[in-house]
């Protein structure tokens, strides 16, 4: 069973996946953390050079991302808070736009999914990554809530950023994500359509768990 959870940035698409991997026992592929770590590895290789595509290229292909539960290990260093900052957030969808770069993404995540039962959260999971996934769906809310969201978020990791300046930089973010000719944000038809605006993930799963159960 595959099953794929795209939408743009805040819409609860990670905390359902991983609900929904612990349910039923299949395993949780974080593909955004996967681009996050390669923007990581660009900032601290090369700086804030982002329109030099061929050192990204390169920093991508030599970069082994590794997963151990709720950790995120790049070449063996543990990077999982040093991905979630701003400064990466705001960047990844820079090494996200490079083709390389999500050529080498797409296979490594595909390869996970031969011998797994897996759910894959990102942005092109049932468009690229896993066009035959028996479920896919597409969660998004409004964008005032998805920011309401994050910045409750960073507001427990000690964050000063107003509700505006969080919400422009998801707008951005989902802009540059949409606007992308590889691999673009988008609804495949066959998706099913979750409007999370107002509801509680309780009750975004239950709603998931429906639809899951059917295609067991
Ligand atoms: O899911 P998350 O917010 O961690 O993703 C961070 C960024 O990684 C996205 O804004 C997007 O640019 C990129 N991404 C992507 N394709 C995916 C997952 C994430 O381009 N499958």
């Not at 973010?173 to 038809?189: A, H, I, M």
């Amino acid at each position: 069973m595959q099953i794929a959870i795209d939408g743009p940035a805040g819409a609860g698409k990670s905390t359902l996946a991983k609900k929904i991997a612990a349910a039923y026992k299949m395993t949780y592929l974080d593909t955004g953390a996967m681009y996050r770590c390669i923007a990581h590895c660009v900032l601290n290789q090369i700086g804030d050079r982002f329109d030099n595509e061929a050192d990204i290229v390169k920093i991508a292909g030599a970069t082994v991302i590794r997963f151990e539960g709720e950790q995120v290990f790049c070449n063996d260093k543990d990077v999982t808070r040093e991905i979630r900052t701003p400064l990466v957030s705001r960047h990844t969808s820079d090494v996200a736009r490079i083709k390389a770069v999500r050529d080498l993404m797409v296979s490594q995540q595909r390869e996970y999914a031969k011998d797994h039962a897996v759910v894959m959260d990102g942005r092109d999971i049932g468009s690229v990554v896993l066009p035959d996934a028996e479920l896919k769906f597409f969660l998004d809310a409004d964008v005032r809530e998805r920011a309401q969201r994050r910045k409750k978020e960073m507001d427990e990791k000690g964050n000063t950023k107003a509700l505006e300046e969080i919400k422009t930089d998801i707008e951005n973010r989902d802009s540059n994500d949409r606007n992308r000719s590889e691999g673009p944000l988008v609804q495949v038809p066959d998706a099913i359509v979750i409007d999370t605006t107002g509801k509680s993930i309780e009750e975004v799963y239950e709603e998931m768990k429906i639809h899951i159960d059917e295609a067991q």
